[in-house]
């Protein structure tokens, strides 16, 4: 089967046809998704009926799976599914909705900010792979920016600002922005900011990109209050809705993002029922203050 893929919104993301991810992949059919992923950021494939090892096989094609320890408040026992998988289900682990003050549950709450996959670890994530294995049946689209864009459209005066700028990001920024701050002294450790550059240039097509996540809280050398409304505004400049691709899944869609080129967030959905979400995270392979910036 040859891979073929076609644009699905104005400025990027595709669909792609020709693959079946049940099965080993070629290395050609490989190639023409990775090149489509530094092409569309966001690839959609539909129809994938895959399980959590098909997911995880389809995963390494694009490099090694990121340890995902240190990314969440969910205890080992808590687990619902095998190493390797992230859970971003709203289920425990005899898979039934989260009860509303679920302390996993409101952490969980974060992915409704702009965020970019572990953007508060030294080194961040490459690709993101969200398989739906159930849907929700109203709201609940993922909805993904495309941060080339938003480095292209800034005014001259502003991207001067953020070239060469570094960031810093924690858990405990995004989870605190909303409110919760509950974190126990061992997760505090574990949640210490990382520094990241504004921004990134893609290692392979050289584009530039605004490397934003609710994790910042700060940026080097700034008053924190200016740090935050600077960001503040460049979230919203990257999230108008000409640059946001918003997916409406459907069961068995799975959809991929490189997080070094987009943010993305989910959108509310009627949480008293599963909404069975599960995703592979490709590790990256340098912290981007040492990747070249200029
Ligand atoms: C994620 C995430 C969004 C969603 O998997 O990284 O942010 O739609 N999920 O659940
Ligand atoms: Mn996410």
């Known amino acids: 089967m040859t891979v073929s893929i076609r644009q699905i919104h104005p400025v990027f993301a595709g669909e792609v046809s020709g693959a079946d991810l049940t099965k080993p992949l070629s290395p050609q059919q490989v190639a023409a998704i990775e090149a489509g992923m530094d092409r569309y950021a966001v690839l959609v494939f539909r129809d994938q009926k895959i399980d959590d090892d098909q997911q995880m096989a389809f995963t390494v094609n694009f490099g090694a799976i990121e340890n995902a320890q240190g990314g969440n408040i969910t205890k080992a026992h808590e687990f619902r599914l095998k190493q390797g998988m992230v859970d971003v289900s709203n289920l425990d682990k005899d898979g039934k909705p989260l009860a509303r003050d679920d302390r996993r549950r409101m952490f969980n709450l974060g992915n409704r900010l702009w965020h970019s996959d572990s953007s508060f670890r030294a080194i961040p994530a490459k690709y993101s792979l969200l398989s739906g294995r159930i849907v929700a049946k109203e ?131 009627d949480e008293s029922v599963p909404r069975d979400m599960r995703r592979t995270t490709v590790a990256g392979d340098a912290p981007t203050t040492q990747q070249a910036a200029a």
Request: a neutral charge; charged letters at 30%.
């Open 139 to 269: 709201g609940g689209d993922t909805e993904f920016a495309d941060m080339r864009v938003a480095y292209d459209t800034l005014d001259e005066a502003t991207r001067k600002i953020c070239d060469g700028l570094i960031c810093e990001h924690s858990l405990i920024y995004s989870r605190g922005s909303m409110g919760f701050d509950q974190l126990s002294e061992d997760e505090t450790k574990m949640f210490k900011p990382v520094r990241q550059s504004l921004v990134r240039t893609h290692p392979v097509t050289g584009r530039r990109s605004l490397y934003l996540s609710s994790h910042i809280g700060t940026i080097v050398g700034w008053p924190m209050p200016e740090a935050r409304d600077f960001i503040r505004d460049l979230v919203e400049h990257a999230a108008q809705r000409p640059y946001v691709y918003a997916h409406k899944w459907r069961t068995c869609d799975l959809v991929i993002w490189d997080n070094r080129q987009t943010m993305h967030r989910v959108r509310r959905f």
